[in-house]
């Protein structure tokens, strides 16, 4: 099983069973009868359906089946955690919460021998599990500003996340080279912004509409999975610019970007106008994304522009600040007082670190460990995401690989990370949320080379980001990794072969 239970044991009877297997529950429940419906669903992408909604919540019409109970006020439970059972009573699975149950019907996928969804008879192991996440924060980030992807391919990647109990899509949404959310308020952001020329000349993009994305929002939510959108600011914005110029400093005009890379233009904190346009683009995502989190990007901006511009000047000496790369601080500071109003919580990379930032921000970790430890000793929480072992646009292997962005993150140092870092005291620990993977799409033009950039590293970090500690090993992950590469094969995921 990828990723390793916390705690589970083999009573050494194995068992032959029909199928499709039923699924008993109470039925007046909605909860876990969505939650039978999905699983179900998610099933038949082995072939024919292998488990299935039962006509009752009792035993009495089989043998065999699979038990759902969703316990009550059971206050020592761990958030997600869940308990299966396979014995010849059948599969029990009990759990706190809904998510738990989710989960545990998971493992019991992976129980499932490869190839199940073309035998009438299936072979399951005897044995019981305790099982829980070691973190909250269980992300993986996707780029579709560098390239555009489906809704379809969007739908596989939530999929494969919940499969691997991955709770978190970071979707970033914009940068300099494509707008991909449709805002009703301004649509010249997707006229113009989502919208680029390529190499060849011919003219390349795409966006969601706000059908689709709400239709993407519930299909994660029946997978519990938590959508953060990010929309980039004050930098990388020279797709928004080339839609609306008069937001940045020299008044344009602007085309969406066709290298990658970064831009001095970027939205202009000495005009008064750059702020409400911002908020009424948030307003937008926050009707779209009942996440908790908003996360508004805050790397890589140059103040180039900022520095000689007299409305920027201006704003310096209003505020009392002398220089300006203070002007981010001041308006990270005011985006995360406008997200905090509207009940969310502001998530920024590294660079927003800066005095004046609301108390509750969550700082992403991404230049290196060492930033993940000052803004927890800063008092904020921390998602660690090291470009040094969490980024997955980078190289796997030294040769025969396809391009990418440079760097080298083989899989055996995803498996060797540790989120936690060494020498955070004890009393800050709390602070940090998880981890996440991030893939930005440079040189990823489809979503057959997304996958292979992403398998099978994100099983490694699932295993991060679940399995205690303790019973991590490398040699006894790739064991069960080489099995579970083969239920990838069945869900038509190209991934990566284990080689050197």
């Not at 669903?41 to 759902?68: A, N, V, W």
């Not at 072979?123 to 070691?134: C, K, Q, S, V, Y």
């Not at 969550?362 to 904020?380: L, P, Q, V, Y």
Request: net charge negative.
């Amino acid at each position: 099983m990828v990723p390793r239970p916390a705690q589970f044991r083999v009573t050494g009877r194995t068992l032959d069973v029909k199928t499709p297997v039923p699924i008993y529950f109470e039925q007046r429940n909605s909860v876990i009868g969505e939650i039978v419906d999905t699983c179900s669903e998610m099933s038949r992408s082995t072939g024919k359906t292998i488990i299935e909604r039962s006509d009752g919540s009792t035993k009495e019409c089989h043998p065999f089946g699979i038990s759902l109970t969703l316990r009550q006020n059971h206050a020592t439970s761990v958030a997600d955690e869940y308990q299966l059972v396979i014995d010849d009573g059948g599969v029990q699975i009990t759990a706190a919460s809904p998510a738990g149950l989710f989960y545990g019907m998971q493992s019991f996928m992976q129980l499932l021998p490869t190839g199940a969804g073309h035998l009438d008879t299936i072979t399951l192991p005897g044995l019981e599990i305790t099982d829980r996440p070691r973190f909250g924060w269980r992300g993986m980030h996707l780029d579709v500003s560098r390239h555009f992807f489906p809704v379809a391919f969007i739908k596989k990647y939530i999929d494969l996340l919940a499969r691997h109990k991955m709770n978190i899509f970071h979707w970033h949404l914009t940068d300099d080279q494509g707008w991909r959310i449709e805002i009703n308020r301004y649509p010249a952001l997707t006229d113009k912004g989502a919208w680029r020329t390529g190499n060849d000349g011919r003219r390349y993009g795409g966006f969601y509409t706000q059908a689709e994305i709400r239709t993407i929002v519930e299909y994660a939510r029946q997978r519990f999975v938590t959508i953060v959108p990010e929309i980039e600011m004050p930098g990388h914005a020279r797709a928004a610019l080339a839609a609306y110029p008069h937001l940045s400093c020299t008044g344009g005009p602007f085309t969406v970007a066709t290298e990658w890379g970064v831009f001095e233009d970027v939205y202009c904190p000495g005009r008064e106008e750059t702020f409400p346009f911002l908020e009424d683009v948030l307003d937008e995502v926050i009707a779209l994304f009942p996440s908790a989190y908003v996360h508004i990007g805050g790397d890589e901006c140059p103040t180039t522009r900022w520095q000689n511009h007299d409305l920027c000047r201006a704003r310096l000496r209003h505020l009392g600040l002398d220089n300006a790369d203070r002007l981010q601080a001041y308006f990270t500071a005011r985006m995360g007082k406008f997200l905090a109003g509207r009940g969310r919580r502001m998530i920024g990379w590294d660079e927003i670190l800066q005095e004046g930032i609301p108390s509750n921000s969550i700082i992403m970790a991404w230049r290196s460990i060492e930033k993940g430890i000052e803004a927890a000793s800063a008092g904020h929480d921390v998602v660690m995401t090291p470009m040094s072992c969490c980024y997955f646009d980078h190289y796997q292997g030294k040769a025969n690989e396809p391009k990418a962005i440079g760097g080298f993150t083989p899989l055996e140092t995803v498996c060797a990370f540790e989120p936690v870092p060494q020498g955070l005291p004890p009393e800050l620990v709390h602070h940090v949320l998880g981890a996440q993977g991030n893939v930005w799409t440079e040189y990823m033009t489809d979503t057959r080379h997304v996958e292979y950039m992403v398998f099978p590293r994100l099983c490694a970090l699932a295993e991060v980001v679940w399995s205690p500690p303790e019973t991590r090993s490398l040699t006894d992950f790739l064991g069960r990794l080489a099995i579970h590469l083969r239920r990838l094969e069945e869900l038509h995921v190209n991934y990566r072969q284990l080689s050197d």
